[in-house]
C-alpha cells in the first residue's frame, strides 16, 4: 500500500482499519498525520453540526400529534389531549433544555414562542369557558381575576425558563396572542419582529405582551392590550 | 380492517419515546440539509407526522433513527418537487444564534462556513457518517447509490473541506484522486 491509496480510503472512511493500512500507518509519519488531521477534521464537523435546536421543539410536536386524526374524538377533547402531552413534555423538557435564551431580549424570546400555537388555535372553534382560563392563570402564579370570554387557546407554557400563561384571544377582526408573565417588565414599548407586531408592558402581576402575526400596527396591539388590562382592573376591583 | 397507530395501546408512549429521542438530531440533519431554523422545525413536524401515521410499519425501535431520518428526507425532497428548486439552488441563511452567546469560536465557525459551502450531496453523507456513524453500505442504501460513489462523495467531501479551512478558494482544488 502507498501513501496515496492510504489516503484515499482513510479520506472516505477514517474509521476504517485493516493490516495493510495498519502496516502502511506504522512506516509513514506523514501519514499518521495526515491521520491525525482527518480526526480533528471530523471532530471539528461534529462541533459545527450542534447547532442549537429550538426550545420546546419536542413539546410543539407533541402537541400537534396530539390533534392529528383520532377518530371519534371531539375537538373540545383534543384540546385536553394537547394539554396534557404538552404538560407531560413541559416537565420532561425543562430538564432537556437545550439552549438558556439569556441574550434575546423577552420580546425575542416571546415572537419565537408563540407562531405554532397561534397556528394550533386556529383549528378551534369555540371560546373555552372563562373558569378554564382562570385555571391556567392560577397554575402560571398569576394572582388577577380575569373575565376575558374571547379566549379560544389558553396554556401554561415556559419562556425565558419562566412559566407565563399563553392565550389567543379572537375578535371579529382576527386573532392574537396575549402573554401575561408573573415577572416584572422595565418599560412599556411597542416592537415589530420576524413579521409581528406587538406591545409589551408592564402591570400590577408582572407584565402583558399583545401581538398579531398579521398586518397590524403596534399602536393597534396597545390599544389591545390596554383592553385585555381593562377587564382585569374591572373583576380586580 | 385497518389498525392504525391509535389501536395500540402504547403508541403514544412509543411516539413520545421516538420525539424524545430523535428530535434533536432530525432538527439539526434538518438544519443542514435545508439551510433554514424555520424550515428545519417545518421539515421535524412533517417528519413525525407522518411517523405517527405509519408507526405500525416500524417494525423495531432498533431502526427508527433510520427510518425517520428517511421519511425527512424524503419530505424534504417534497419540498423541492413542490417548489421546482433543485436541491443545490439552496442557500444557506447564517445563523442568528452566531452572533450571540452560541458557540461562536473562531474555528467553530470557520468548519460551519465551510460545511455551507459544501455541495449538499458531500455535505449529507459526510453528516451521516461523522455525527451517527453510518457505514459506507448503510449510506449507500439510503441513499440509493453504489457504496463506490459514496466512497468517493466522502472522499470528495472531506477534501474539500481541509482545502477552504487551510485558506484556499474551494473552487480550486486539485482532486486527489
Ligand atoms: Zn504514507
Ligand atoms: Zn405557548
Redesign the pocket.
Known amino acids: 500500500m502507498n501513501c496515496l491509496e492510504f489516503r484515499r480510503a482513510k479520506l472516505a472512511d477514517p474509521g476504517l482499519d485493516n493490516a495493510d493500512l495498519e502496516a502502511h500507518r506504522l512506516d509513514c509519519i506523514s501519514c499518521r498525520q495526515f491521520e491525525d488531521e482527518l480526526r480533528n477534521l471530523d471532530d471539528g464537523v461534529r462541533e459545527a453540526f450542534a447547532v442549537p435546536v429550538p426550545e420546546n421543539l419536542e413539546a410543539r410536536v407533541l402537541l400537534r400529534q396530539s390533534f392529528a386524526d383520532q377518530p371519534g374524538v371531539g375537538l373540545r377533547h383534543k384540546y385536553w389531549l394537547a394539554v396534557a402531552a404538552s404538560m407531560v413534555v413541559a416537565v420532561l423538557g425543562s430538564l432537556l433544555v437545550i439552549l438558556p435564551d439569556s441574550g434575546s431580549s423577552i420580546e425575542n424570546q416571546i415572537t419565537s ?2 407562531g405554532f ?1 397561534e397556528r394550533i388555535a386556529r383549528e378551534i372553534e369555540s371560546y373555552l369557558p372563562a373558569s378554564e382560563v382562570q385555571s391556567v392563570l392560577d397554575a402560571t402564579g398569576i394572582k388577577a381575576p380575569l373575565e376575558l370570554t374571547e379566549v379560544v387557546y389558553a ?1 401554561k ?1 415556559v419562556v425565558a425558563n419562566k412559566p407565563i400563561a ?1 392565550l389567543v384571544m379572537r375578535e371579529d377582526a382576527g386573532d392574537f396572542t396575549v402573554i401575561l408573565m408573573p415577572f416584572g417588565v422595565e418599560e412599556a414599548r411597542p416592537f415589530s419582529i420576524d413579521g409581528w407586531d406587538g406591545h409589551i408592558q408592564a402591570t400590577s402581576f408582572g407584565g402583558i405582551a399583545v401581538l398579531s402575526e398579521r398586518v397590524q400596527s403596534t399602536d393597534r396591539m396597545q390599544h389591545l392590550s390596554d383592553r385585555v388590562l381593562a377587564s382585569l382592573r374591572a373583576t380586580g376591583d | 380492517m385497518n389498525p392504525g397507530p391509535n389501536d395500540m395501546p402504547d403508541a403514544n408512549e412509543r411516539f413520545n419515546h421516538l420525539v424524545n429521542a430523535y428530535s434533536s438530531w432530525l432538527y439539526r440533519y434538518a438544519y443542514w440539509l435545508s439551510g433554514s431554523q424555520q424550515v428545519a422545525e417545518d421539515l421535524v413536524q412533517e417528519t413525525f407526522m407522518r411517523a405517527w401515521r405509519f408507526l405500525d410499519s416500524l417494525e423495531s425501535d432498533a431502526a427508527a433513527k433510520s427510518w425517520l431520518t428517511t421519511i425527512l428526507r424524503r419530505e424534504n425532497a417534497r419540498r423541492f418537487e413542490r417548489k421546482r428548486l433543485e436541491y443545490s439552488d439552496v442557500e444557506m441563511e447564517t445563523l442568528p444564534a452566531e452572533h450571540e452567546e452560541f458557540d461562536a469560536r473562531p474555528e467553530v465557525l470557520a468548519l460551519r462556513h465551510a460545511l455551507r459551502g459544501l455541495p449538499a450531496k458531500y455535505r449529507e453523507p459526510l453528516l451521516l457518517q461523522v455525527i451517527e456513524g453510518y457505514s459506507l453500505e448503510e449510506i449507500a442504501n439510503m441513499f440509493d447509490l453504489p457504496r463506490n460513489t459514496v466512497a468517493t462523495r466522502l472522499h470528495r467531501a472531506r477534501q474539500k473541506l481541509k482545502h477552504v479551512l487551510e485558506g484556499n478558494d474551494p473552487g480550486e482544488l486539485n482532486e486527489l484522486s
Open positions: 414562542h408563540v400555537e396554556h407554557c399563553h
